[in-house]
């Protein structure tokens, strides 16, 4: 079964059991960066049915209307070069790097990084202003290993279906090598967030400035307990 198939019917299926089927339509679009208007037109209805059903205003789509939301979704990623597909793909492959990857998950829903940095503790270090973004996922990395082992082809896997997620780094020195890492990789996370140390080296907050990504110093105590916070708050 490829990646297609199997993300096809990931999504399908986190709609139909979704808390809030409307909250996760809004995710997936926005997912796979689709304006309202195009999926709209794709689906042979109007822009206010997909706003309806986005808002709640509409009850849950049937099956049908799902299969269909998910199809025209698929079809546009792989209009535009099957990016969101590979990230799954990456996302599958995830598994041969659980000695840099501490845990990665997706959000059922996005959260504002705002909401993130509560629930890890945190203080914002750069970038505060733009805490207000939403944030879809997140990787916690061993930091010393995801720098010298990672090869660049598997520091791109840690980002799952897209960059618009929190890059946690823990075991951190001083917070210099993350940010050199990131600034050469092409793909730029949502959200930065350190954990294990008190000040950040000030080339690390110069790289994130220029790079436009806010950053975060968790104050929890504890890898597990960062992880632990983090699933206690999965929506």
Not at 59 to 81: M, Q, W
Not at 178 to 203: M, N, T
Not at 221 to 230: Q, R, S, T, V
């Amino acid at each position: 079964m490829d990646a297609r198939h199997i993300l096809s019917i990931r999504m399908a299926g986190e709609i139909v059991i979704s808390a809030s089927p409307a909250k996760t339509i809004k995710k997936w679009r926005n997912v796979f960066g689709v304006s309202q208007g195009d999926l709209a037109s794709r689906l042979g209805v109007s822009p206010s049915v997909i706003s309806d059903y986005e808002s709640g205003r509409r009850k849950s789509p049937g099956s049908e209307l799902v299969r269909k939301f998910v199809a025209a979704l698929i079809d546009v990623d792989v209009s535009r070069g099957s990016q969101i597909v590979r990230g799954y793909e990456r996302l599958l492959d995830g598994g041969a790097m659980t000695g840099a990857v501490i845990d990665m998950r997706e959000f059922a829903f996005p959260i504002s990084a705002e909401e993130v940095c509560n629930i890890v503790e945190g203080t914002p270090i750069a970038n505060e202003s733009l805490l207000k973004k939403d944030i879809y996922g997140y990787t916690a990395l061993d930091s010393p290993r995801a720098i010298l082992e990672l090869s660049s082809d598997e520091f791109l896997r840690i980002y799952g279906l897209t960059s618009e997620r929190a890059l946690i780094f823990t075991r951190v020195s001083c917070g210099r090598s993350p940010f050199v890492a990131i600034r050469v990789s092409p793909i730029k996370p949502g959200l930065v967030i350190l954990h294990g140390l008190k000040e950040v080296d000030p080339l690390g907050i110069m790289i994130a400035e220029k790079e436009k990504i806010p950053v975060i110093l968790s104050g929890i105590e504890g890898d597990e307990a960062l992880i632990k916070a983090l699933r206690n708050n999965m929506n």
